[in-house]
């Protein structure tokens, strides 16, 4: 038995492990590695089991092609390459570029060697259809950068801050949520708190790290934006704002001091079904107690309607307090990341969407250069000009994951082509033409995930793991890059990955990929390599320089399109008669959206998704602890067994995305459902399409059936 050091790439954790692995090869075991300098032993149940996966019988292997009658049957790997190369090149020759999208998900962005290698592809061919998750999820994050502003050093880190003001986000369970330290999130916290920190959070439901708050508030979910805009009304009131930071970078704050001046406590209050006293606590600990910390939101208000205004009210309580990395303070420039100067400065509300590619289904701009998931079902059902015909996913898993199932299952069972780079049969893959096996995380060379690598690391860090294991006797997997390397090599196409043209005559190493991810690095890839522990560099930070003497942008507060949403959340009728709940989004410990749920250990843990009540509703509705329930919203009907959970709020009920199977497998003891059945496509946000999935106000009964 041999034990080697790596790290795990199922989350934002990139928890430090040991490899237990047996004299045949095979993983046969992780444990968290307490000489990791960065997750100090920490690692999640879903992570320790990930052998399980590698093992797995049901793990695809090879690759698979539907046949006329359904079946799937096994296909070499060139000759699936060849044929999906074929159908491509026909319907770029007689339906446009634009015929061709891709859909990218978290089994794609962990793998640092493809993490942007679909969007590569796309671009070589020349398509603007890139979707992900990531527009359905927080991309209201990008969409408030966009219209009030961005300051290149951001705001002060978890670390250093003397308050954290968290909306909708529980960070000890995900492992996730933006201002958060999720490096051994419970030691974090404690460390936080010890030295003074104070945490205030928002939520519905006493989470796991709201037993850590100083100070918690629990209103209806989809408030979030009345509560916001009150405890700016109640600061600005109270003259508890940054008024020198304001004088210098904000615009407009006369004008929202107005626009808010409508959300007082007492009416806030009564919509949130909070007590308004607590609205007061909070903003005088966030603004008036503390000095320095950030307000920040995560799937609760983004997911939650008007997620993109939430967003931006969250951002104004950070600007009115001036929460940002200063002049001559620290910041951390990355390790992988492109370096920059970072001036105490605002850069002007960049609107990327406004310029641009436009979409044919509603004029959506481009966010981070992607279209939004919101608007994908509609792009393949809609006949025209620009209509997608085929569909290649990369670690993603659409059919369980966008809002309105029935719809976006219609809308995949239409494509002509659909490609999947999945290792399990997943409810897209079992709607695909091909399914392309790609190795799994300890069977690939790999790095962190360099896209958010300053949200993981407060300091310059990255290591490096080798492929410590090889796949399955028999099986035909490859690293995924190579899948977009070759299909773009039998189509002639050039292929580039961060501005480097890659050699399409001899295919790369996973290494020669990943040195091109490190080619911003202090310090060479070799070194990185070699280090077991990896490469970190608490001395390489840089120090913010003063702003540019003809600098002069200064944060939107308060933009057209965002006064009028206040307006319209202040007028909007938020009582829902015959549907007395609203259905919030909730994590759970053992799997991450659909990914890791058909362990053998985690399903022993989590066969399906419960619905979580008060044990007091429970007892209104006369229901009994795994009683078989029906959720109703005005879309669709769910059903769910029923689980009393006395820390979630009176009126609200909870349910976890990502599970169930395609809408025809009714077996919910044996997958659970998915509450995309629930949600719509058609309420979504402006600029980014986001569908709401949290806030939803359902209704639930007694059902005998399942």
């Known amino acids: 038995m041999a034990t080697k050091r790596t790290f795990c790439r199922m989350c934002l954790g990139h928890c430090g492990m040991v490899a237990s692995i047996d004299n045949n090869g095979q993983l046969t075991e992780l444990r968290g590695d307490h000489e990791d300098s960065q997750t100090l032993g920490f690692a999640c149940f879903k992570g320790l089991k990930s052998p399980e996966a590698h093992n797995s019988k049901d793990r695809i292997v090879r690759p698979l092609k539907r046949m006329p009658d359904g079946a799937f049957k096994p296909v070499s790997l060139d000759v699936a390459l060849t044929e999906i190369a074929e159908k491509l090149s026909a319907l770029i020759k007689h339906h446009g570029a634009e015929s061709i999208a891709g859909y990218k998900g978290g089994g794609a962005f962990f793998t640092a060697s493809s993490s942007m290698m679909l969007n590569s592809f796309l671009a070589a061919i020349k398509s603007p259809k890139a979707f992900s998750t990531l527009t359905i999820d927080q991309s209201s994050k990008t969409v408030t950068a966009g219209r009030i502003g961005i300051w290149p050093a951001g705001k002060t880190p978890f670390q250093r801050g003397d308050v954290l003001l968290l909306v909708g986000g529980n960070p000890l369970v995900s492992v996730s949520t933006n201002g958060f330290d999720f490096r051994n999130p419970v030691k974090r916290a404690k460390q936080a708190k010890a030295r003074g920190m104070k945490l205030i959070v928002i939520d519905p439901r006493r989470t796991e790290t709201a037993k850590f708050a100083d100070v918690f508030l629990q209103p209806l979910p989809g408030e979030d934006c009345a509560i916001l805009a009150c405890l700016i009304h109640i600061i600005l009131e109270n003259g508890w704002q940054d008024s020198e930071f304001c004088r210098q970078h904000a615009a407009h704050l006369d004008d929202l001091r107005s626009a808010v001046s409508e959300f007082t406590p007492d009416l806030v209050a009564e919509r949130a079904k909070i007590d308004a006293a607590s609205l007061h606590e909070i903003a005088r600990v966030f603004a008036k107690d503390c000095r320095t910390g950030a307000a920040v939101g995560a799937t609760g208000p983004d997911m939650s309607p008007h997620g993109n205004l939430a967003e931006h009210l969250l951002e104004c309580l950070n600007v009115i ?288 998704n419960p619905v979580f009540m008060n044990p007091d509703d429970m007892a209104k509705e006369g229901f009994a602890e795994d009683a078989l329930v029906a959720i109703r919203s005005d879309q669709g009907e769910i059903p769910a067994r029923v689980k009393s959970d006395p820390d979630l709020r009176h009126g609200v009920i909870q349910i976890s995305h990502g599970f169930g199977s395609l809408p025809d497998n009714t077996r919910y003891d044996e997958h659970g459902v998915n509450t995309n059945l629930l949600l719509s496509l058609a309420r979504r946000d402006t600029i980014n399409a986001m569908p709401q999935m949290s806030g939803v106000p359902v209704a639930i009964s007694r059902r005998h059936d399942v």
């Open 321 to 608: 307090c001036g929460r940002f990395v200063r002049e001559g303070e620290p910041v951390n420039p990355g390790f992988l990341s492109e370096k920059f100067p970072r001036h105490a400065q605002v850069i002007p509300p960049p609107r990327w969407w406004e310029s641009g590619y436009q979409s044919r289904i509603g004029n959506f701009g481009l966010l981070e250069g992607e279209l939004p998931t919101g608007t994908l079902a509609d792009e393949i059902l809609t006949p025209g000009d620009g209509q997608v015909k085929a569909l290649l996913v990369h670690g993603g898993n659409p059919a369980a994951s966008i809002p309105d199932q029935l719809k976006i299952v219609d809308a995949l069972k239409s494509l002509e082509l659909l490609v999947t780079i999945e290792p399990f049969m997943t409810a897209t893959a079992q709607l695909s033409d091909y399914i392309l096996p790609p190795t799994l995380q300890y069977e690939r060379a790999d790095l962190p995930l360099f896209l958010y690598e300053t949200m993981i690391y407060p300091e310059p860090f990255c290591r490096y793991t080798p492929a410590l294991v090889k796949p399955p006797a028999g099986a035909e997997v490859i690293d995924d890059w190579k899948i977009f390397w070759r299909l773009a090599k039998k189509l002639g196409l050039e292929l580039s990955y961060f501005g480097q043209h890659l050699d399409m005559t001899t295919e790369p190493s996973t290494d020669d990929i990943l040195r091109l991810c490190a080619r911003n690095a202090p310090v060479s890839f070799d070194e990185i390599k070699a280090a077991e522990h990896g490469v970190h560099l608490p001395d390489n930070l840089d120090v913010v320089q003063p702003a540019n003497p003809e600098a002069n942008g200064r944060f939107q507060l308060l933009p057209t399109d965002v006064a009028n949403e206040l307006q319209e959340v202040f007028k909007q009728d938020h009582t829902f008669p015959t549907l007395p709940y609203r259905l919030a989004v909730r994590r759970l410990r053992d799997t991450l959206n659909s990914a890791g749920r058909d362990m053998p250990s985690v399903r022993a843990r989590q066969a399906y």
